[in-house]
């Protein structure tokens, strides 16, 4: 009894201490959160480095969160019988990369990794065919108003400038550029619906946050087998244009990665106080919420003078009528 009481008040100070940790987190600028977003994911990979040693791990561990959400939302449109809050657009994009993917995984190297694209690619065809067809009346289409063209044809673009110089065929090469690309920004429909709603119900936010895990887990899983290889695996991927596709598959994982932790900072924050809906910060700054009040203030007072000179003009009228009379 005595042991519980004091894992109960030990839990309530780590807590309390993380609570204060985020709410000084969240005063600092964004210059400031940037550098201690940084020194964390880096000490994290320090950390991922010396526990982990056959990082495949890493990608199966990807794999395996990424599922984790996927099932989330299973549960939430099997279940709760509402697409509310998920971005179609996002979930057609994660099937275009994944079907290409597959498709260069067949043509190119066969593996493990090929049957869990498989589970994932004939999940999300269902989470599609769910969203289109049985719950289209719970879609938020006025929200999810992404245009993909806007990244889809950019995608295209770069895979045809830079992709890899492997013994494949053109065209296996250009569709391993496009899936590496169109994975990147994926997510980005998903985020507009959140930013265009403000409030993020606990299952979206849960499978939103399971794709930053996954993502994060993904780009180390990159990053520490190019350190081991000692730069080995950028020659296996092979140089590319100008030497320049290892680097964008790098860089791919990084934007993906903190397109996503930004959300995850909020996801933590909110759970750790006790919020089941989450709910996003306004894209105004406050300096500037401040400002457009004090302009409303400034607006509303002039408006008062000036009824209130109206007044006394009509005021001193009627007054010069009746003398006259």
């Known amino acids: 009894m005595i042991l519980t009481e004091r894992s109960g008040v030990m ?28 020194v964390s994911a880096m000490t994290v990979l320090v950390f991922l480095r010396v526990i982990v040693h056959d990082k495949e ?26 697409c509310a809050g998920l971005s179609l657009k996002t979930q057609e994009l994660t099937a275009l990369y994944l079907g290409v993917r597959l498709y ?31 719950l289209r009346a719970t879609y938020m289409e006025d929200k999810d108003n992404f245009v993909i063209y806007y990244v889809v044809v950019p995608c295209v673009v770069v895979s045809f400038l830079i992709h890899p110089s492997t013994h494949h065929h053109i065209i296996n090469r250009l569709f391993w550029a496009l899936c590496v690309y169109l994975e990147a920004v994926s997510v980005l429909p998903q985020l507009r619906v959140m930013q265009n709603t403000k409030i993020v119900e606990p299952f979206t936010a849960h499978y939103v946050f399971a794709l930053g895990i996954a993502r994060f887990l993904n780009c180390a899983h990159w990053i520490l087998e190019v350190l081991d290889t000692r730069g080995g695996l950028l020659t ?4 590319g244009t100008y030497g320049l596709w290892p680097f964008m598959v790098i860089l791919s994982e990084i934007i993906q990665t903190f397109i996503l932790a930004d959300f995850c900072y909020y996801y933590v924050q909110s759970l750790m106080g006790g919020q089941l809906v989450l709910r996003l910060p306004s894209g105004e700054s406050a300096s500037l919420q401040r400002r457009l009040m004090a302009e409303e203030e400034e607006d509303g007072m002039v408006k008062m003078n000036f009824m209130r000179i109206l007044r006394n003009l009509v005021k001193i009228f009627m007054d010069d009528e009746k003398a006259m009379k």
């Open 236 to 239: 296996a991927l092979g140089y």
């Open 57 to 82: 791990y890493l990608f199966l561990a990807s794999e395996a969160v990424h599922a984790t959400g996927i099932s989330v939302l299973i549960y939430k449109l099997t279940k709760e019988r509402t």
């Open 11 to 38: 839990m309530k100070e780590l807590k309390s201490r993380i609570q204060y940790a985020m709410s000084w987190i969240r005063r600092q600028p964004p210059k400031v959160k940037a550098f201690l977003a940084v």
């Open 104 to 134: 260069c995984s067949f043509v190119m190297e066969f593996g493990l990794h090929t049957l869990l694209d498989s589970a994932a690619f004939f999940t999300t065809l269902w989470v599609i065919y769910m969203i289109r067809l049985k």
